[in-house]
């Protein structure tokens, strides 16, 4: 069974128009994680949530939002996409966070890939 | 920026064992070595971590020196199916911040 669900799979939106992105999880995770990543890159990390606590990249450009409304909802906002946000964004969750004593590992979705046309 | 330097493509024949190496020398005491893989069009799937101890579950094994700075993923024996991108992560600061990994091919 899913335990991190992303939906739509795919998603087109038109340039500059607000767009956003969900992600649920059924494993009660404390974090969860939006990346973003673009063709042949690796996955970039643009923010992430300690429960209610938002933890932002320092180079993750202020279009780009997210919302956690509950434990196991969390939303990505892009509120004027560009071409160039056109990429595969993928939600992760973990149940703590990681560089601790405490033994994690995250779970992906399938992820949303987001065309800009 | 990763910590981590991994070759960026290698090839394995099918049934055999892929070994993937990864240098990771700046390492601190208390962080872990992960491996995840991310097959084409797919979510990152977690494949195993490690402190010091040699590790090892369904999936594949872990070697990692004893000074820690590298570490080596095993896969016993690789099928068409572990054609994936691996990517060998050192947690930085709570964060999985990954690096450009390998692409491993399976050859038939």
């Known amino acids: 069974d899913a335990m991190v669900i992303q939906n739509p799979r795919y998603q087109v939106t038109q340039f500059g128009k607000p767009v956003t992105l969900s992600c649920s999880q059924t494993l009660n995770h404390n974090v969860m994680y939006w990346y973003q990543q673009k063709s042949s890159q690796a996955p970039k990390l643009l923010f992430h949530?300690?429960?209610?606590?938002?933890?932002n990249e320092a180079d993750t450009p202020d279009n780009f939002q997210s919302r956690r409304p509950n434990t196991s909802f969390c939303f990505l906002d892009i509120r004027s996409p560009g071409l160039g946000d056109a990429a595969m964004y993928l939600c992760?969750?973990?149940?703590?966070?990681?560089?601790?004593?405490?033994?994690?590992?995250?779970?992906f979705g399938q992820g949303t890939r987001l065309t800009v046309v | 920026d990763a910590k981590t330097t991994q070759p960026p493509s290698m090839d394995c024949a099918e049934g055999r064992a892929a070994n993937l190496p990864c240098n990771h020398s700046?390492?601190?005491?208390?962080?872990?070595v992960y491996w995840y893989r991310q097959i084409h069009s797919q979510g990152p799937q977690y494949i195993i971590h490690?402190?010091?101890n040699n590790e090892t579950n369904e999936m594949a094994s872990l070697i990692i020196t004893e000074d820690r700075k590298s570490s080596t993923l095993i896969l016993p024996h690789a099928t068409l199916r572990d054609t994936a991108v691996y990517y060998c992560?050192?947690?930085?600061?709570?964060?999985?911040?990954f690096g450009k990994g390998t692409k491993l091919t399976v050859n038939p």
């Open positions: 992760a969750t973990s149940r703590d966070v990681f560089g601790t004593t405490a033994l994690t590992e995250a779970f």
């Open positions: 992560i050192v947690s930085l600061s709570e964060k999985l911040v």
């Open positions: 490690g402190l010091k």
């Open positions: 700046t390492i601190s005491g208390n962080e872990y």
């Open positions: 949530y300690y429960d209610k606590d938002f933890n």
